[in-house]
T-cell receptor, first 116, second 112 residues
């Protein structure tokens, strides 16, 4: 297992279309996080899972955003009816449940979304 | 509300000199303070961290300082190398350990 994998790396979509991104965490990691990063800003927390349970979703940007982790392994993030303001880098990260605060998460390389 | 601020969007340093990156925060409920480094087209990678009960942590060329009274975090890189050129983010973990809050980043350029 070489790390957190995200697919696709790049996605260009027309406004109004739905998009779905996939994240495969490090296999022994129980926790999975989604972040969004816009140009010139730091990553912004969206949601996280512990195994298959979504424990925090109040930071999802609107009801157009949803995430799943059906079997506690990979996760998907879906954006419905995309808008130009959704253009950003979407980052996935994972960590063990009993995460020691001193080493943080492992991030994937992200999916860059461009809405035209 | 911006709980974490990196006031310098960019920093240029000569190779071999010290790089000092700074971060200010407002939330007293953070328990761990971390620095991440990000190269273009890659995700952030963990660099170094410090617990809220300490004021200094060293790892090779990297030293992180925490001043809780001033709510200030800094990263020192000595000596700076061209390969250190990247965007650096400070990040803070809340007491519940459920999420990291990131600053806006500082782009470090180390000139040969």
């Amino acid at each position: 297992d070489t790390g957190v994998s995200q697919d696709p790396r790049h996605k260009i979509t027309k406004r109004g279309q739905n998009v779905t991104f996939r994240c495969d965490p490090i296999s022994e990691h129980n926790r999975l996080y989604w972040y969004r990063q816009t140009l010139g800003q730091g990553p912004e927390f969206l949601t996280y899972f512990q195994n298959e349970a979504q424990l925090e979703k109040s930071r999802l940007l609107s009801d157009r955003f949803s995430a799943e982790r059906p079997k506690g392994s990979f996760s998907t993030l879906e954006i419905q009816r995309t808008e130009q303001g959704d253009s950003a880098m979407y980052l996935c990260a994972s960590s063990p449940r009993e995460s020691r605060g001193d080493y943080g998460y492992t991030f994937g390389s992200g999916t860059r979304l461009t809405v035209v | 509300d911006q709980q974490v601020k990196q006031n310098s969007p960019s920093l240029s340093v000569q190779e071999g000199r010290i790089s000092i990156l700074n971060c200010d925060y407002t939330n007293s409920m953070f328990d761990y303070f971390l620095w991440y480094k990000k190269y273009p087209a890659e995700g952030p990678t963990f660099l170094i961290s410090i617990s809220s009960i300490k004021d200094k942590n060293e790892d090779g060329r990297f030293t992180v300082f925490l001043n809780k009274s001033a709510k200030h975090l800094s990263l020192h890189i000595v000596p700076s190398q061209p390969g250190d050129s990247a965007v650096y983010f400070c990040a803070f973990r809340d007491n519940a350990g459920n999420m990291l809050t990131f600053g806006g980043g500082t782009r470090l350029m180390v000139k040969p």
